[in-house]
């Protein structure tokens, strides 16, 4: 649980370094992983009724328009992940996602469902950031 903690602390101050805040003030962000095919319907199961605390800790931290995704490539699936950031600060505020209990509880549910990419791994991650090449409104 630490090392995800700290991946995320790491993930953020990353992020909020090498990512300008565009003009109309909303980070963009996406990430990528992978899913064990065994645990695929149980990770749909938990995010169909994802727990209030968890919910109301994410709008806290103010990201909006998050949204998971799944696609099988070959043999593999992979989840990509995205949303916007609309906040001032956004190393504190995911300090404060990663500080919370109840997120900490729902990563110890839906982490074993995933498989990081090599990328990750190696850092000791789950998700590996994807950058952003095109946005339209």
Known sequence: MMKIYYWLIGMC??????????????????MVTGIRPEKIAYYKELHAATWD??????????????????KKIDTAYYLFSHY????????????????????????RE??????????AEVQGTIWAEMEEVFHAD
Not at 84 to 107: C, L
């Open 84 to 107: 916007e950031y609309i906040g001032n600060d956004y190393a504190a505020d995911m300090k404060k996602i990663a500080s919370d209990t109840i997120t900490q509880r729902w990563w």
């Open 13 to 30: 101050i990353l992020i909020s370094c090498r990512a300008e805040q565009p003009s109309d003030g909303v980070k963009r962000v996406g």
């Open 110 to 119: 839906t982490d074993p469902c995933q498989l990081p990419l090599p990328e």
């Open 53 to 70: 605390g968890v919910l109301k800790k994410i709008h806290e931290a103010n990201i909006r328009n998050y949204t998971i995704y799944l």
